[in-house]
Each structure stands twice: as C-alpha cells, then as structure tokens.
C-alpha cells in the first residue's frame, strides 16, 4: 500500500543544535491520492428544461427519476447531473457516479451551493471536492484514522527540548556583540527553521510568562497546497480544508485540533486590538505577567490619584475614555495616558474599568463565577473566606495574577480613605458587576447576585495579603 512508503520524522531529526535543524518531512501520500481523484465531468441536458432555478446550469435535467439519473451517467466515473426529485418537487437533487455506483445527494442553495458543512460558488466547484473526499476517504480510510498517532507535533512542533534549544541559541546570539549586517551563512541557518518551528521558539525575551492557552480554531480555507502541522500529513480538498488558528496561526485538519495542547502562543502581528480581547492572548501575546493596560493604568492612578475623592466611583468623560482606549488598542504600551494629555484622573479609572467590562471573559471566569456566589452566601466568615480561596485557585494563571494585582491596588486605595472616601465596600460595589458576570445573561440572576459580587470584591480587598 501507497501508504507504508510514505517517510516519517524521526527522532533523530532533532538536532542537538538549532543551527543543524532539519525541516520536517511533510507526508506526501494523501496529496498523491487527491490528484489521483476522478475529475467532475458534466452531464448536459440536450433539450431546454422548464422551471429550471436560475443557480443551476445546463447539467440540471428536471424532474427524472434515480434510474433515469444513472442511465443518463452511464457508468462514467466522475459524471453528474442534477435533477429535481420526483416524489418531492422543489427539492434538487446531486446525483453523481462514484465506485462503480450512482450517489445521490440531497442539493441546498443559500447564495452557495452545499449538501454538507462546506459551502460552495459553484457545483462544478462542489463536485471536484466531493470526489478528492470520497476518494481519499475510499482509499485511505484506516491510514486517515492513525494520522494522529505520530504526530509530528510531539517530535518538534511545540516540544520543549527544541524549544530551549533554539531558545538558547537566540540568546548566545544576543548577547554576542554582532556586526549590523547578518551573513549569508545566518540568514540560512533562520531560513531552515520552519514557520511552525518558530513560532514555538522565538518567544520575545527568555522570561516567557507560560500561562496555558487554548488554540483558537476556526475553520479556514487555504489557497495552494498546505501540509497539517500537527500530523504531516496533507490537507486535502479545495476548501475549508482545515482550521487556522486565529492567535498563533498554527494549520491543523479539524481532527487534529482535538489532540493539539493547550500551548497557543499567540503572535503580536495577529492581535489586532487590547480591548476586547481575551486575557490570556494578550499576556501571553506581549510575554507579560498581566495586561499591560492594568499595570500601566494602575501606576498612573497610583502616581497621582490615590487621594482623589471618590476615586472610581466618579466618572470621567466619555469621549475621553474612548480616546484612551482607542491609544491602547493603536499604541498598546506606549500609550501616553499622562497628566499632560488626561489631567483628569477618572479618565484613567474609566479606561480600566472599561478594559475589565470589555473582556470577553470577565477577571473572574463564568466557570468560576457560581462557586464565587456560593462562597458569599457562607455565613460563617472563617468558612467563606476559606472557600472564596479554594475558588481563587480554580482561576486561569493569568487571571488570578491580574485579579492579584488589582486587589493589592484597591487595599492601597482603601488606605487613602480619610482623603478618597473609598473603603472596600464602596469598591465592592464598583468592581462586582465589572470584575464578574453571570454566565445566564439574566437581568434577574444579575440583580439577585449584586450583593454577593460586591460582597466577593470586598473580601478580596480585606484579605488580599491572605487570600493571594
């Protein structure tokens, strides 16, 4: 079989230094198998066809029946005709010759043609990639049901070892003093290592905050050839062929996304915005322990705003806080968010608060968000405190250390109280509908739980040297 001829990596591809790294070895078999695929051949209706649907073309043959459809074919691998169904009219039908049999296809137009998931311009387009699948899928079943027992991944994807190694090898390289122009011999040395590769190793500096993020997959059509980078293997079809991952860019079939770890590291160039995106992608996209919008408001607020009156419970303009907001998403962290350009410090707490009510996923997680609840609702308060911490615990790394981070700056606040008025109960009630949100979407569930929100934030407040 085809199949047992194709190469695979070895470990021994993994060299003992990056400068010897060798490429991986893309498996080429299920390529060969799509361009061995029976090509579509249209079935032309001789005559004028009345009441034909104007999205249909001279292949739809009206209303005939299944053994009319597989005369019309004539045993042709490949050949296809539409036709509209005898015992339900309205409803078209695919029928098509494959394996020595006639399929026949229940047929959906919405502005695009499909019988499945993928959608399509054209039938002609429709029909091509339903022929690569069943015949990849007829040929090579039991070999696409173990593509992933030897991932590629595993060998040199995201692994470890090859990380630290090209890790250390950037590092030697800059340290070393380097003339400004690169030699022909380095610019080859950069060029063997693959997109995948480096998108494991090059991190922005060797203090990589590794906080673990899921991959964020979507389905994804590519133009030309595109080999799995998971498994190897080729991903066949002419479209939606795999899913791309919207953070780090990793290609993957869509069954192997189920089997690739949660280790996305996203890439700078792909995060197009600070606010509104997902936590945990923006610490790990800038290499931070926290988003460096909370750290950099925060010393702002602390610099010149801890004995403001009603620090975050005063609104600052609107207008202003969408321009501070919009410099972050622009300027990231060379926002200037300064006295000279925001003198209004509300401005800055607006932005914050604003940053948090943005998240898609709230600083305290819907996951979490009900044991949260549950906790407050203790009224014995050494057990409440003690469950509000076996909770903390069940955050995501990159949210318990922002929600760390926050609660050290709140408490600060609280000790300006004779001068901003601000103890942690009124905190409590500023922060709880903006740190946590009721998964249920509910007016009702939102206004039952304020109490308990502000209640969490409060504690958080008086107990952070405990609780963190």
């Known amino acids: 079989m085809a199949a047992s001829s194709n190469s695979s990596l070895s470990g021994s591809s993994v060299s003992s230094d990056a400068e010897e790294y060798q490429p991986p070895i893309w498996k080429s078999y299920l390529y060969q198998l799509q361009q061995e695929a029976p090509r579509p051949k249209r079935i032309i209706c001789a005559g004028e066809v009345e009441n034909r649907p104007k999205y249909y073309g001279r292949e739809f043959h009206g209303i005939?029946?299944?053994?009319?459809?597989?005369?019309?074919?004539?045993?042709?691998?490949?050949?296809?005709?539409?036709?509209?169904?005898?015992?339900?009219?309205?409803?078209?039908?695919?029928?098509?010759?494959?394996?020595?049999?006639?399929?026949?296809?229940?047929?959906?137009?919405?502005?695009?043609?499909?019988?499945?998931?993928?959608r399509f311009e054209s039938i002609h387009d429709l029909v091509t990639d339903g022929l690569i699948t069943l015949y990849i899928e007829t040929k090579a079943s039991e070999y696409i049901s173990k593509m992933?027992?030897?991932?590629?991944?595993?060998?040199?994807?995201?692994?470890?070892?090859?990380?630290?190694?090209?890790?250390?090898?950037?590092?030697?390289s800059k340290n070393e003093s380097r003339k400004t122009s690169v030699t022909n011999e380095e610019h080859t040395t950069v060029e063997k290592i693959s997109s995948l590769v480096r998108r494991a190793a090059l991190t922005h500096n060797d203090n990589h905050f590794n906080y673990e993020k899921t991959h964020n997959f979507k389905v994804h059509t590519f133009r030309?050839?595109?080999?799995?980078?998971?498994?190897?293997?080729?991903?066949w079809g002419l479209i939606a062929q795999g899913v791309r991952c919207?953070?780090?860019?990793?290609?993957?079939?869509?069954?192997?996304?189920?089997?690739?770890?949660?280790?996305?590291?996203?890439?700078?160039?792909?995060i197009k915005k600070?606010?509104?995106?997902?936590?945990?992608?923006?610490?790990?996209?800038?290499?931070?322990?926290?988003?460096?919008?909370?750290?950099?408001?925060?010393?702002e607020i602390e610099a010149r705003g801890l004995k403001s009156e009603g620090l975050y419970r005063v609104s600052g303009f609107t207008e202003h806080i969408e321009d501070v907001k919009m410099a972050f998403d622009r300027d990231g962290e060379k926002a200037d968010i300064s006295a000279n350009?925001?003198?209004?410090?509300?401005?800055?707490?607006?932005?914050?608060?604003?940053?948090?009510?943005?998240?898609?996923?709230?600083?305290?997680?819907?996951?979490?968000?009900?044991?949260?609840?549950?906790?407050?609702k203790i009224s014995n308060a050494d057990e409440r405190l003690e469950a509000v911490h076996d909770v903390l615990m069940l955050l995501p790394p990159a949210h318990y250390e922002t929600l760390r981070y926050l609660m050290i700056h709140l408490k600060k606040v609280t000790l300006n109280e004779k001068d901003n008025l601000m103890n942690a109960e009124n905190l409590g009630i500023v922060f709880g509908p903006t740190l946590m949100r009721s998964p249920e979407d509910s007016t009702l569930t939102t206004l039952h739980d304020m109490r308990y929100q502000k209640l969490i934030v409060q504690i958080l407040i008086e107990n952070e040297d405990v609780l963190f």
């Open 341 to 376: 350009i925001y003198p209004d410090i509300n401005i800055i707490t607006g932005a914050l608060k604003l940053y948090f009510r943005d998240l898609p996923i709230p600083v305290i997680t819907y996951d979490t968000y009900p044991k949260f609840i549950e906790a407050a």
């Open 274 to 299: 600070v606010y509104c995106c997902d936590l945990t992608t923006l610490v790990k996209a800038h290499n931070t322990q926290r988003p460096m919008v909370v750290d950099i408001c925060i010393r």
């Open 246 to 270: 919207s953070d780090c860019g990793l290609n993957v079939h869509k069954q192997c996304s189920k089997h690739v770890p949660n280790d996305c590291q996203p890439d700078l160039k792909r």
């Open 224 to 235: 030309g050839p595109h080999w799995c980078e998971y498994c190897a293997n080729f991903m």
């Open 148 to 172: 992933t027992t030897n991932p590629i991944y595993e060998h040199i994807g995201y692994a470890t070892l090859l990380r630290e190694k090209v890790s250390r090898r950037l590092s030697r």
């Open 64 to 118: 005939i029946s299944r053994e009319q459809a597989d005369e019309l074919l004539g045993g042709v691998e490949g050949a296809y005709i539409l036709r509209e169904s005898q015992r339900q009219p309205g409803c078209y039908t695919l029928a098509l010759r494959f394996g020595n049999q006639t399929l026949n296809y229940r047929l959906f137009y919405d502005g695009k043609h499909f019988v499945g998931e993928k």
